[in-house]
């Protein structure tokens, strides 16, 4: 089959998206009565403009890196994993219980075992579904969704009663233990000569957030699994017929998925928040699906998509500052618009321009 | 960013920029946003009056992540305003921090105390607002049974519950209170459906009164009680106007008073603890024409008597908060 470059399908069509989404979204900036380029330049310079913006919006894409990653490995098994909210506010327990349960002298002995906490409870929590669907056929995406409401039933339960600080009428437990709180991107390169905002809540779990990227990456293409999980995603009747075995896969598949929407935790409740908090998630586990969509579930893709994400968090915050005109909802307003270019109507450009590539080979031919 | 400038030269950044020209006041409004109908909105509309009256100008701001909480303090006080409002509990941690790295500007945070030299911790005297409704309630009560409906089951809810029930039985020793949260999240502060089901349920049980203090959850409760013909008590703002004729009267906590006192105080707001209540105008309870026919002469001499009683100190509330406990409970 004829396709286009894959340079074309990765950056172009994307980019075209882009400047589509800007443009509608700019119309209604107009309608308001206010000027679309001040919004853009507001944005732009909230996000990257100071070393504060910086550090949010790599802070956001961090959440972003992680929930993009979790719903592209489950999307290369054609699993459609929409958990990663419930599975994210889980992991918040497993990171919580770990970082309480001792009085952790250094942030690098804790880590390990807050990564191994979360992990294991954002994974438990895409176990459920992951059976349901592999051994008796209920819908990932019904199952997945039902679970994000009673993980957050169960967050906010435990947050009320067991793990509950008794100092503060908040629902929300102790600050962890404070040696084990982890660099912020200040103190990482304040030794090296780089002055970095103090205040930003960017933290070495980007570091980590990377790895993950380049984890997924080795796993999805050069490891057996990795092909098996692709193979199944392709057809599941011939994976089956070459004797893989589709129920392992869908499990499997599942958990590495929920483990590493379970890092957000990592990045929101061990360091930023220090503590945990009910709403911590805030809705990157659904983010998390349009940034693996226009991120093409590859990693590279993926921590791009995260990146572009963050900043629109971040400028996007930075634009009620400076435009008091135009309020959070509008705000909302865009960031809709360019996911719903970006994502959902995806293929409005790619066919055209894939025919545009077509045409020119056949005429060169 | 001088590559961005140049690209777009026409951007007014100058004249947009988020600085204050004069010490400007700040107001942050909680996630629940300025429109909520109840706490934040309050808080909005003290601010409008101070601008109305006053002529001067103001910038808020509306969250939608815990994260911007200290984000958004820093900001404003960076950008010079003073003083800085926050409304609600949820702040307290992210004001510590900010307040410390700007000794400078002056804090004012609602229903919470923040130890701070530069901040103004607001509180309300809930539980004597609670009181006066409940005399009120006790009063108007055919049955001699009555009904509180809280939102999340928190401290601050219990505060309401333990004043609400010692004004009922000062008035009426021999009257039963029945007593139900919502929930234990967050969310039972928006649950009007599960606030009908509880109306329902305690007007099964002989209640002819039923107090709401729970947020949006109480638009479900004044409603039913307006269905089922019993009579409602209305919280935070004035909410007679819902249901005329119907909601005997609401608990009001002017959370718009102490926004208004605080950007009106401007840079030199007095910092330290602030109690806003009964004797000061911070608690009271609502007659206007939507209740006037249903709140009898005998009601409010009734309540008049215990409000006199409280701000002259021969009438102690106990506070629920004061120890977690509640002696008519």
């Known amino acids: 089959m004829e396709t286009m470059p894959r340079w074309a399908d990765v950056i172009l069509v994307p980019l075209i998206n882009l400047v589509l989404a800007f443009s509608v979204a700019g119309l209604v900036v107009l309608a308001i009565g206010q000027n679309p380029l001040d919004a853009i330049y507001f944005m732009i310079k909230g996000s990257l403009g100071s070393t504060r913006g910086i550090g949010y919006t790599l802070y956001y894409a961090t959440n972003y890196i992680f ?14 994993n929409i958990g990663g909210e419930g599975q994210a506010a889980v992991s918040g327990i497993g990171a919580a219980v ?17 990564i191994i906490g979360a992990g294991l409870f954002g994974a438990a929590w895409a176990f459920i579904p992951a059976w349901l669907q592999a051994k008796r056929g209920s819908h990932i995406v019904i199952t997945t969704i039902m679970f994000n409401f009673i993980g957050a039933a169960l967050l906010g339960y435990l947050l009320n009663g067991l793990l509950k600080s008794p100092h503060t009428q908040n629902a929300e437990t102790v600050n962890f233990p404070e040696g084990a709180h982890l660099p912020t991107a200040h103190e990482v390169l304040a030794p090296l000569g780089i002055a970095f905002n103090k205040s930003a809540p960017a933290n070495i779990s980007f570091l980590l957030a990377i790895a993950c990227a380049v984890l997924v990456w080795y796993l999805l293409w050069r490891t057996r699994l990795g092909y098996q999980i692709r193979a199944f995603g392709k057809s599941e009747a011939a994976a089956k017929y070459a004797g893989i075995n589709a129920v392992r896969i869908t499990i499997v598949t599942m958990l590495i998925s929920g483990a590493l929407a379970g890092m957000l935790s990592i990045n929101v409740v061990v360091g930023e928040q220090e503590r945990l908090i009910k709403e911590f998630v805030e809705g990157a586990g659904f983010v998390g699906i349009a940034v ?14 995260a990146l572009l994400f963050g900043m629109l968090t971040q400028g996007g915050f930075e634009l009620l500052f400076e435009m008091p005109a135009i309020s959070r909802e509008m705000v909302l307003v865009i960031q809709a618009l360019i996911i719903l270019f970006t994502g959902a109507l995806n293929y409005m450009v790619h066919d ?3 025919r545009l590539f077509l045409r020119r080979r056949k005429r060169k031919a | 960013m001088s590559f961005m400038k140049a690209v777009l030269g026409t951007v007014s950044a100058i004249a947009l920029s988020a600085t204050a020209a004069l010490a400007d006041p700040a107001i942050i409004y909680d996630l629940g946003g300025k429109f909520d109908k109840s706490f934040n909105e309050a808080a909005f509309n003290g601010a409008e009056r101070w601008a109305k009256e006053t002529g001067g100008t103001y910038r808020d701001i509306e969250l939608s992540s815990e994260a911007q909480r200290e984000q958004a303090l820093r900001r404003f006080a960076e950008g010079g305003f003073n003083p800085i409002v926050v409304t609600g509990f949820a702040f307290a941690s992210a004001l510590e921090t900010v307040a410390a790295d700007y000794p400078d500007t002056k804090f004012a945070i609602i229903d919470m105390v923040v130890g701070n030299d530069n901040v103004r911790s607001v509180v309300f005297t809930e539980h004597e607002g609670s009181y006066l409704v409940g005399v009120a309630a006790a009063k108007a009560s055919k049955s001699g049974t009555v009904g509180f409906i809280g939102g999340m089951d928190i401290p601050l809810i219990r505060k309401f519950a333990c004043g609400y029930v010692q004004g009922v039985k000062a008035t009426n020793a021999g009257a039963t209170v029945i007593q139900n949260m919502t929930g234990t999240t967050p969310s039972a502060w928006n649950d009007p459906v599960k606030g009908a089901e509880l109306t329902k349920a305690q007007i099964g049980q002989g209640a002819d009164v039923v107090y709401a203090a729970a947020g949006g959850t109480g638009v479900g409760v004044l409603q039913t009680a307006a269905d089922e013909g019993v009579l409602s008590i209305g919280v935070d703002s004035n909410q007679n106007y819902l249901h005329p004729g119907s909601v005997l009267t609401s608990m009001i906590k002017r959370v718009d008073v102490a926004v208004f006192n605080a950007f009106s105080a401007g840079a030199d707001l007095e910092t330290g603890f602030h109690v ?21 002469d005998e009601i409010k001499a009734a309540v008049d008597a215990a409000k006199a009683g409280i701000i002259d100190g021969s009438i102690q509330v106990h506070d629920y908060m004061s120890d977690n406990s509640c002696p008519v409970m």
Request: proline share 6%.
């Open chain 1, 67 to 80: 929930t993009g990653l979790a719903v592209a490995v489950a999307f290369h098994a054609r699993l459609f």
């Open chain 1, 98 to 114: 770990v970082m309480l349960a001792f009085d952790w002298p250094h942030w690098a002995l804790a880590l390990p075992f807050a």
């Open chain 1, 292 to 305: 693996a969509l226009m991120g093409r579930s590859h990693p590279f893709g993926i921590v791009l998509a």
């Open chain 1, 352 to 354: 055209p321009v894939e």
């Open chain 2, 276 to 296: 806003l209540g009964t004797a000061n105008g911070g608690i009271d309870y609502a007659l206007d024409e939507n209740n006037a026919a249903i709140f009898t």
